[in-house]
């Protein structure tokens, strides 16, 4: 299954990590609290992490396309919600 992360700086990543789980929750199944997140999109699952600075991805999915459309639509908002900070997400498989 391919797996790919990546990690936002920004000291608002639990504000962050809920904006996208209350968006996303309109529309698929979605868990999360202030640290913690999972979004179930129809072509795979994205978990969320946020610390004190950094907001941590890590997008699933049974193929690559499945993969791509995932971060795709996780990049895009986060991009929407996070325009003041315009953040870069630089996606990475995991190492190991």
């Known amino acids: 299954m ?3 992360q990546a990690r936002v ?3 608002l990543a639990s ?3 809920v904006q996208l789980c209350k968006h996303f929750a309109h ?3 979605v ?3 202030g640290r913690r997140g999972r979004a179930d999109f129809p072509w795979g699952v994205c978990h969320m992490t946020a610390g004190d600075d950094t907001l941590d991805l890590r997008c699933e999915a049974p193929d690559a ?3 791509d459309r ?3 639509v996780v990049d895009d908002h986060l991009r929407r919600f996070a325009w003041r900070e315009t953040p870069v997400l630089s996606w990475e498989e995991p190492a190991g």
Do not use: H, M, S
Request: no cysteine; proline share 10%.
């Open 65 to 67: 396309q499945g993969l």
């Open 27 to 29: 529309k698929i199944p």
């Open 9 to 11: 700086g920004t000291a």
């Open 15 to 17: 504000r962050y990590l």
């Open 70 to 72: 995932v971060k795709a």
């Open 2 to 4: 391919p797996v790919q």
């Open 31 to 33: 868990e999360y609290d």
